[in-house]
């Protein structure tokens, strides 16, 4: 059962708990990603919202729904299983065509809409940036989080990690995904929240239709790793010392 919500917890504890709270979170503007680590207070106060009202929309089953996988309630090596297998798939099968038509419709409308240019620019940064980040995950990281879980399964120590502890490279992976979380944030506004021009082409309402999910699908595999995935087998490492 969901423990009771109060405004001095953190709004990524709250998702992590029920990651069908994300929905009110979007549309109330509060980022549950990249400053999962604010309470609901504080991030009332940036969005200029009243705790109290967020909280009864939090508590009201029928705004909050019920679709959402129960992340929390996963075996982590299940979570790892899907961030690799979901998220990572998904963005090496898909970003170099997303990239291209992010090219196309910044070649096309950018000299009406200057802000398509500074777009492009931060899209190609960020998947470069993103390549890197998911290589770094793929074949250092997550290998050792398996063999953490493999060992605890089978009740024996886990092998030597290069980097002793896996606490630095985690530190590391989270300072990546709030650059991330800023890049993506900044593309939001300069895309007025991905919403079309009257004078765009149905690429300019895909495009914009492609980078929403592309954001919305970040933040659920930053908020995975930073609230479920990392804490966890950080705890698991700390048991077995």
Not at 8 to 13: A, K, R
Not at 50 to 77: E, Y
Not at 81 to 88: A, F, G, T
Request: charged share 25%; glycine share 4%.
């Amino acid at each position: 059962m969901n423990k009771e919500l109060t405004k001095n917890m953190t709004v990524g504890s709250m998702v992590a708990e029920d990651f069908n709270r994300a929905q009110v979170f979007e549309q109330l503007g509060i980022d549950y990603c990249c400053h999962g680590s604010d309470t609901l207070e504080e991030a009332c106060t940036k969005t200029h919202l009243n705790p109290d009202d967020v909280l009864a929309k939090l508590n009201d089953r029928q705004t909050v729904g019920g679709g959402a996988p129960d992340f929390a309630n996963w075996p982590l090596d299940l979570l790892v299983d899907y961030v690799l297998k979901y998220h990572h798939r998904n963005f090496h099968l898909h970003h170099d065509a997303l990239l291209q038509l992010v090219n196309k419709v910044a070649s096309v409308h950018g000299g009406r809409h200057p802000e398509l240019l500074q777009i492009r620019d931060l899209v190609t940064e960020s998947f470069e940036e993103l390549d890197s980040h998911f290589a770094k995950e793929e074949n250092i990281l997550f290998p050792q989080l398996y063999e953490i879980y493999n060992a605890h399964e089978e009740e024996r120590p886990a092998a030597p990690f290069h980097c002793g502890s896996i606490a630095p490279p985690i530190h590391q992976m989270m300072l990546e995904h709030d650059t991330a979380g800023d890049t993506w944030q900044h593309i939001t506004e300069l895309s007025h929240h991905f919403e079309t021009p009257a004078d765009g082409c149905s690429s300019y309402r895909l495009m914009n239709k492609q980078l929403k999910q592309f954001f919305l699908d970040l933040k659920e595999h930053i908020s995975l790793e930073n609230n479920l995935i990392f804490p966890g087998f950080l705890r698991m490492e700390q048991q077995a010392i």
